[in-house]
């Protein structure tokens, strides 16, 4: 059960040439099938591939920023996923190719079929049902953006990245099509690591989740909790039990791994008498531990947000709540905040999430005062969340206005509302996905 490391795909890489679009999906099934992918029933996905009206409103409110990056990645981007289907990565090859001899063996009845000229059909965009959709996340079988992934994606295939930013990089690659991001958490906010990645890839938000995340104390069979020395954890794992380990008496080391099913796999394989873990129920099924306590979160209302991502937008629609997240940051000048924010209150759309973050690219601005010295301050990246979608006329005059205020804007993504009903987390959400 191997995860996609950062050296497995530079191992894709060549492979992966920009003119090349049948090769992704060559190197894809080569990579997901050895890779342990989860398989999940039914589902729906609304991506849509036929994107240009939503692309050139993008475009507008992006043109500030259109980076070399950005440009490198539209032209791998394009291509054969914008013919035929989100999944359809293989389906066609616009690289004309002899016509094949039928009787022989050694030509496939799937290479055959590349040769069919394109028709109607194939222009249309397909329904994607979440069926084949590979989407990647980081950590191992029994994480909870595993089970965020399966919610979304009903249908699709899972799969393990060590890292986040394999995550992203198996999408900018084609060997995922989706990658899933726990962003924020109602007990410890928002995952700033994460916002930060949000920026330095070009990926757009396509969805989210709000998944309900029940911790359970895991450890080999027969491990009573007087035995603990450890506790492990992803980091928001740990932070979320905190008060809890201490009323159970836990008063062992934390120490912080890269994802929370990941620790309940590193007891099983050192079997490790001594160290338990936070994780969901289903990793203790998948792991072989036990559970010691169920439902450690020191809030019953545990709820974490992630977010979907894919290499293109999704167009936006008006027939169902639609939100839309913004990035911008602004030259120094009074009042800038106030100016954005009415922009939006003026049009009566409701800001979901409001938040500000060093920008790591100008951290700092100097004032210079001859007398004094020189005041310090950092400069700010502002991420807001509003309710609204960019296919409406009030969302885009709003992002027009807030675009003359700023020095930088860029659309993360305008995308379906989780609108699942809620109920507070169960051990058994996590046993299956939801
Ligand atoms: O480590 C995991 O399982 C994750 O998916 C990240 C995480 C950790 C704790 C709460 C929510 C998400």
């Given at each position: 059960?191997k ?7 530079y191992n894709?890489?060549?492979?992966l040439?920009?003119?090349q679009?049948?090769?992704?999906a060559?190197?894809?099934?080569r ?6 992918l989860?398989?999940y ?9 036929n994107r ?7 475009a ?7 980076s070399?990056?950005?440009s ?8 054969i996923?914008?013919v035929n289907?989100?999944?359809g990565v293989?389906?066609?090859?616009l ?6 001899d039928?009787n ?5 009845q799937?290479?055959?079929?590349l040769q069919k ?7 249309s965009?397909?329904?994607m049902?979440?069926s084949?959709?590979?989407v990647?996340?980081?950590g ?9 992934a399966?919610?979304?994606?009903p249908?699709?295939q899972?799969?393990?990245?060590d ?9 900018e690659?084609w ?11 109602s ?7 994460n ?5 330095r ?11 309900p995340?029940?911790h359970c ?14 506790v ?5 794992g740990?932070?979320q ?7 159970l ?6 120490e912080?791994v ?11 394989t050192?079997n490790?008498?001594d160290t ?12 072989g531990?036990t ?7 020191d809030?019953?209302?545990n ?5 979907m991502l ?15 997240s ?18 939006f209150?003026?049009r009566?759309?409701?800001?979901t999430?409001?938040e500000s973050?060093?920008n790591?690219n100008?951290?700092?601005r100097?004032v210079?005062d001859a ?13 807001i969340?509003?309710?609204?979608s960019?296919a409406e006329p ?8 807030v675009?003359e205020?700023t ?11 989780d609108?699942t ?14």
């Open positions: 059960m995860a996609l490391t950062s050296s497995s795909l894709l890489k060549p492979m040439g920009s003119n679009p049948v090769a992704p060559t190197a894809t099934a990579m997901v099938r050895s890779n342990p989860v398989h029933a039914n589902g729906s996905d609304s991506s849509v591939t240009s009206q939503w692309q050139s409103s993008c507008i409110l992006t043109s500030k920023v259109v070399q990056e950005q490198k990645s539209s032209v791998s981007g394009g291509g996923d914008h289907g989100d999944n293989a389906r066609v090859n690289v004309p190719i002899e016509k094949s039928n022989n063996p050694l030509v496939s799937s290479h055959y079929h000229p394109l028709t109607v059909t194939d222009l965009p397909a329904p049902h979440g084949n959709l590979r990647a996340y980081q191992v079988p029994g994480a909870y953006s595993e089970a965020a399966g919610k979304a994606y249908n699709c899972a799969v393990p990245c890292q986040f930013e394999v995550a992203f990089q198996a999408v690659l060997i995922a099509d989706r990658a899933v991001l726990p962003v924020e958490n007990l410890g906010g928002s995952i700033h690591r916002y930060d990645l949000l920026l890839h070009r990926l757009h938000i396509v969805g989210e989740v709000q998944l995340v029940h104390l895991l450890a080999l069979p027969g491990v009573r909790k007087e035995f603990l020395t450890r492990i954890s992803h980091p928001q740990l932070a039990c905190e008060h809890t380990l201490t009323k008496g836990l008063n062992v080391a934390r912080a890269d994802d929370t099913a990941g620790a309940a796999e590193f007891i099983a050192n490790l008498r338990a873990a936070i994780a969901s129920a289903r990793a203790a099924e998948i792991y531990l559970i010691l306590e169920d439902g450690i979160q809030d019953a209302s709820v974490t947000r992630f977010v894919a290499r293109e937008p999704i167009i936006p629609r008006t027939d169902r709540p639609f939100k839309t913004i990035v911008f940051a602004h030259e120094k000048g009074t009042s800038v905040l106030f100016k954005v924010l009415s922009a209150a003026f009566d759309i409701s800001l999430k409001i973050r060093p790591h100008r951290p700092m100097l210079d007398n004094v010295g020189t005041a310090k301050h950092f400069e700010y990246m502002f991420y969340d509003f309710e609204a960019m009030r969302a885009q005059n709003a992002l027009s206005e675009q205020f020095s930088f804007l860029r659309v993360l993504g305008s995308y379906p509302m609108m009903p809620w109920s507070p987390s169960t051990s058994t959400s996590h046993t299956s996905p939801l």
